[in-house]
């Protein structure tokens, strides 16, 4: 059954409030743009921002907030995927996160005098025992409509391509074409995996054989990550393409289990396969498995760095020796989500080696290939 997600706040009487969180992205702030406007003292106009994680999970991104967000009274420092009953602060505004299951109206027990034509009650929910798209959905899976892009990651100095991310995408007519949105509709079906696969299969297909000699950064569901199917894949894929630099992207929710990261990273050292820690530092930093199973590249989560330039000395700071660290345990700190030169900038004189962004480089179908 489906789950909506809403913030809880208790008023001054004590009653409980609650705001449903309907769209994404979900803003917050003092400004009437805002999906959810919070007149208490200390909020920006634009503060904090809640979107979709590919997990299913939602993600908290602070604004660059004046008076920062916090999640479970720990201070968000760009990003952090949030779990239900988590308190949210908003500057001082406190909330907790929720889900409630969407229930459609009891059933009725209709003999066949009864069979007439009822009306509707206003604001009755319709079941939803069925996925809308399905079939499609599956053809997808099977390559029908399925397509890609690859965007550029560059050089922090000269700007020059050193790799590509592979991105998977969909053109079917009845489809959304946005990996996110598709991947709510594979998480409704338990096809996540499937989904990853398929995109992954496109890319190293379609994209690879025209993107010779650079590396190419694959992404990985994190249902998937550690499975047996996912590394016979790989090695798979190292028979048949010997001369494919490939990396790996590790989702920011798979890296928990630092023995199984152990064991996994040295089995893709055995076959070749380079890997990277996505998001890294949304929500905790991940410094255990940084130091003990070490990524040949770091992607920095774009909450991080997004508005860099703007941002307070302390998170400045806070960014700078998460760079510094990177640098000294022998990664390659990777900055994603760069828009504006003044980002760049700022990122060249904390020591990223690499950019990706819009500002360098957006993503580039497959037919444009």
Known sequence: MEKQWFLESIAADGSHITYTV????????????????VTTLGLSRHHAMLTRDISGLLRLTDLNSTNGSFVNRERVEGSRLLKEHDIIHFGTAEFRLRQRELESEQAQVITANDMRTMLVPNGMLL?????????????????????????????????????????????HPLLPPSPIRLFELASSLDREVELSRAFRRFGIASIAPRLRGFPLFANTHPKETFSAEF???????????????????????????????????????????????????????????????????????????????????????????????????????????????????????????????????KPIPAEQF
């Open 22 to 37: 309907n769209a994404l992205p979900f803003r917050v702030g003092r400004d009437s743009e805002n999906e959810l406007v």
């Open 127 to 171: 079941s939803e025992y069925f996925v809308p798209n399905e079939a499609e959905f599956m053809e997808l899976l099977d390559g029908h409509g399925l397509t890609g892009a690859a965007q550029p990651i560059v050089s922090a100095i000269d700007n020059s391509i050193f790799a590509y991310e592979l991105l998977g995408r969909a053109n």
């Open 231 to 361: 590394f016979a894949s790989l090695i798979e894929l190292r028979q048949s393409m010997p001369e494919l630099d490939l990396v790996v992207e590790i989702h920011e929710t798979a890296v928990t289990d630092l023995n199984r990261l152990r064991e996994l990273t040295a089995q893709f050292k055995d076959i070749g396969v380079r890997f990277a820690y996505d998001d890294f530092g949304a929500g905790q930093a991940r410094l255990n498995e940084l130091g003990d199973a070490p990524a040949h590249f770091v992607k920095f989560d774009m909450g991080l760095v997004h508005d860099i330039h703007l941002a307070s000395p302390r998170k400045r700071r806070v960014v700078s020796d998460l760079v510094k660290l990177v640098l000294d345990l022998g990664s390659v700190p990777l900055a994603e989500g760069i828009e504006m030169q003044a980002e760049a900038e700022i990122c060249r004189e904390m020591g990223f080696q690499l950019i990706q962004g819009f500002l360098t480089g």
